[in-house]
């Protein structure tokens, strides 16, 4: 048996050598045996399958989102609807009133920061209370708060912003713990304001960050924060130099998914908001519902969509900036 294993080592060793010199001189291998084809051919299946998998689902992604979105960029270049038997020419009209007129450029700037404000302040409220969860509190606690995060998303977007006009109108909830704590009566009446826009869509959205700040925080190894603290760093050095680089990830995530959403709001504009809730996503609904001027509304859309994708590409640019600078 010794003879017959030293001859299966050698072949082995000779395998392998003639790998290597096909690899360095560049020739081309013999041709592959069953066992490789059938390997190839087992990984093809498994990618059919998966392609069969993902279909449905990016299927219905472009039936429901990337088709009406290439209607709408259809429309934003025509005259009017399609419909019935009006006249339809192609024009840029929509763009160029956009352009030439100040009133919906300033709505777009107070519409970006609106969303800037209620990124920021969702970020304030949202980071501490994850930080809690992901690396103070035990694991039977962590389910309760979660469930507290989650509460705000089992009513109704209505529901919660009636609530919240019940809070802050003069006479309501806040204002009658004021009172009660022995200041000037009617000291608090900011509903149909814009503070009453940012507290109704802070409120909606900071779940999501709390939810993807969490996921963020809890990777982070608790081995570096304890080394950290052996080498006699500060709790303000131990965030500032590792807890928050490494959580921004999550930082970046939450902001997109709070930032996109909340430029184009509307509904809490409408009830919350009052006479100073026009924004440009007031003005792209009533485009769209009261006036019927479908063209204009998706160019306003579209216009909305091109700031955005500028200014993701801006925030992507800076973040592999800072990582150029950090790696070197």
């Not at 290439?70 to 020419?89: K, T």
């Not at 024009?91 to 956009?98: H, S």
């Not at 919240?164 to 009172?179: E, K, P």
Request: net charge positive.
């Amino acid at each position: 048996m010794e003879p017959a294993l030293g001859r299966s080592e050698g072949i082995t060793i000779n395998s392998t050598a003639a790998d290597k010199e096909y690899k360095t001189s560049g020739a081309k291998p013999p041709r592959r045996n069953s066992r490789q084809k059938q390997e190839i051919w087992r990984r093809l299946k498994n990618q059919g399958v998966l392609w069969f998998l993902l279909l449905p689902g990016y299927g219905w992604l472009a039936f429901a989102i990337f088709i009406p979105l290439l209607i709408m960029f259809v429309f934003s270049f025509l005259s009017d609807v399609p419909f019935g038997n009006r006249v339809v020419e192609f024009t840029f009209k929509n763009y160029t009133d956009y352009f030439s007129r100040s009133f919906y450029w300033k709505l777009t700037s107070k519409s970006l920061m609106t969303g800037c404000y209620t990124t920021l302040y969702s970020i304030l409220i949202a980071y501490p209370m994850a930080l809690v969860i992901a690396k103070v509190l035990p694991n039977r606690w962590r389910s309760a708060l979660f469930m507290l995060v989650i509460v705000p998303f089992w009513s109704n977007t209505l529901v919660r912003l009636y609530s919240w006009a019940i809070v802050l109108r003069n006479g309501g909830v806040i204002d009658l713990l004021l009172q009660f704590l022995g200041f000037k009566p009617a000291t608090l009446d900011i509903l149909y304001s814009y503070p009453a826009i940012i507290v109704g869509l802070v409120h909606g959205y900071v779940p999501y960050m709390i939810l993807t700040l969490y996921i963020s925080l809890d990777r982070i190894d608790n081995s570096l924060l304890e080394a950290a603290s052996s080498l006699g760093a500060s709790w303000w050095q131990t965030f500032w130099r590792i807890l928050f680089p490494l959580s921004l990830p999550g930082v970046i995530s939450g902001s997109i998914l709070i930032f996109i959403p909340s430029i184009g709001s509307f509904i809490e504009p409408r009830l919350l908001g009052g006479r100073s809730g026009t924004m440009i996503g007031t003005i792209i609904e009533d485009q769209f519902i009261q006036l019927f001027n479908w063209p204009f509304g998706a160019s306003l859309s579209f216009i909305m969509l091109v700031i955005v994708l500028l200014l993701m590409g801006i925030m992507a640019l800076m973040l592999a900036r800072m990582r150029l600078l950090r790696t070197q």
